[in-house]
């Protein structure tokens, strides 16, 4: 995209496989964890979120895997379509005062048919 | 139809010229933040606001000024201090308070250099 990953780790996957997209995080002191997808030349997009005192959360087609022991945070999408091809990256918010996420350089999922 | 707009979606700035960009919301919420996008960086905070008429700076504010006077307008200006404009900037808001609220992007404002 223009704007978006011209230097980004890229995961290439079949049409219809499943995919796990992995984050590390810096902080232990987080409290809150967002996934974001962003398409080429667009803004940033909600897809899931979860708080430090779950291990696991799901949504339609999405979990997201939260282990705090090594800071690691994983994206897994279900049967994986054209239109999950984007940049996808974790965010992460420090706990106490105000709500500043500090946000990851982004994976490239490819999808292909 | 609620959410978040920026405009203008592509904004060319002149040397020693600034430009403001604008981010309107009405989703009600409090909180709304400027960051900027460089290719394969993360989103770097320029300017965040808790609420109406109360801004503080975020980790790279030099070159840039905001203003909060209405709650659904956050508007950012680029000024001629910042050497390296060059960018895709990204609007925020969320509902505010100091619990883990999510932050909605708008669709994003490409400013280039001629």
């Known amino acids: 995209g223009e704007n978006v990953g011209l230097h980004l780790p890229t995961l290439s996957v079949q049409e219809g496989d499943n995919s796990i997209i992995n984050c590390a995080y810096s902080?232990?002191?987080?409290?809150?964890f967002i996934w974001y997808k962003q398409e080429s030349g667009k803004g940033p997009q909600f897809i899931i979120d979860?708080?430090?005192?779950?291990d696991k959360r799901q949504g339609q087609r999405v979990t997201v895997l939260l282990n705090k022991t090594v800071k690691h945070l994983s994206l897994q999408i279900a049967a994986t379509q054209p239109g999950d091809s984007a940049v996808y990256f974790c965010?992460?918010?420090?706990?106490?005062?105000?709500?500043?996420?500090?946000f990851g350089a982004g994976t490239r999922l490819a999808v292909h048919p | 139809d609620g959410g978040i707009t920026q405009s203008p979606k592509y904004l060319f700035r002149k040397e020693g010229q600034n430009v403001t960009l604008s981010c309107e919301q009405n989703?009600?919420?409090?909180?709304m933040y400027w960051y900027r996008q460089d290719p394969g960086q993360g989103l770097r905070l320029i300017y965040y606001?808790?609420?109406?008429?109360?801004?503080q700076k975020g980790d790279i504010a030099e070159g840039y000024s905001v203003s909060r006077e209405k709650k659904e307008s956050f508007p950012l200006t680029v000024t001629s201090a910042q050497k390296n404009p060059t960018a895709f900037y990204l609007c925020?808001?969320?509902?505010?308070?100091?619990?883990?609220?999510?932050?909605?992007f708008g669709p994003g404002t490409r400013l280039l250099v001629l």
């Open positions: 979860i708080r430090s005192n779950m």
């Open positions: 902080n232990s002191a987080s409290d809150y």
């Open positions: 606001s808790q609420i109406v008429n109360d801004f």
């Open positions: 989703l009600n919420h409090d909180a």
């Open positions: 925020a808001s969320s509902i505010g308070g100091t619990s883990g609220e999510t932050q909605y």
């Open positions: 965010a992460e918010r420090l706990s106490g005062g105000y709500n500043k996420l500090i």
